[in-house]
């Protein structure tokens, strides 16, 4: 089995409409991070959280919320998506001493 | 705070030449670096990471980095690519003593290996 699972890998949506981005990992890690991805731009944090009580924000946190259901899993929600939120998002999670990264497959999001 | 720069958005090389892509980074702690290739309508993988030690590093398919302290570096290298190195490549930094953990990744550069 995979090491971070993130589901849906794919979706269509259309403006405006609530958005739930799902990830799991079975690397037993606190530490789990949201990233979005643009052409030309990297990948830019969300929001990460080192435990389940821990949620922060990161650099492009505007109209995303966060939700550390367990250890294992850490949800991105789009309340109200909007066009710009196009994009290909990868969980992550790390070891303590981030030393070791694991990324998920992404989830390639598309808002008419 | 940490930044990372790469220079180069796209790199065009023929098979069997050479290639470096750049990676700078700035941090005034010290860093973890890292290598990550992204292949078409695929996830991150890492290629290779600097710690501590020495300062070449050798990472998967033939890739190794260097790590230049005084030139704030890490720049990729391989001595003769492949077709299928066509793929996107990240360098990201992390400061594991700056209390957040956080990797920052540049902008990518896109590797084109032509025929």
């Known amino acids: 089995d995979a090491d971070v699972t993130q589901t849906p890998r794919n979706r269509i949506t259309k403006t405006g409409k609530r958005i739930m981005l799902e990830c799991s990992q079975t690397?037993?890690?606190?530490?789990m991070y949201w990233y979005r991805q643009d052409p030309g731009l990297g990948l830019q944090l969300i929001y990460y959280s080192f435990d389940v009580k821990d949620i922060n924000k990161g650099e492009i946190s505007d109209g995303y919320s966060v939700s550390r259901q367990a250890q294992a899993k850490f949800s991105l929600s789009l309340e109200s998506a909007i066009p710009n939120q196009t994009a290909l998002y990868f969980c992550a999670t790390s070891d303590l001493a981030g030393l070791a990264w694991f990324f998920g497959p992404g989830t390639r999001l598309t808002v008419l | 705070a940490q930044s990372v720069t790469q220079l180069d958005s796209q790199v065009p090389v023929f098979e069997e030449a050479p290639v470096e892509l750049r990676c700078n980074y700035s941090?005034?702690?010290?860093?973890?670096l890292f290598w990550y290739v992204q292949y078409p309508n695929q996830g991150l993988q890492l290629l290779l990471k600097?710690?501590?030690?020495?300062?070449l590093v050798k990472g998967i398919n033939g890739f190794e980095a260097e790590f230049n302290k005084s030139q704030t570096s890490f720049h990729l290298r391989k001595p003769s690519v492949h077709i299928s190195d066509t793929a996107e490549y990240f360098c990201a930094v992390s400061a594991p003593n700056s209390g957040t953990y956080k990797y920052i990744f540049g902008t990518g550069t896109r590797l084109k290996v032509l025929a």
């Open positions: 690397k037993g890690h606190d530490r």
């Open positions: 941090s005034s702690v010290s860093v973890y």
């Open positions: 600097y710690l501590s030690g020495s300062t």
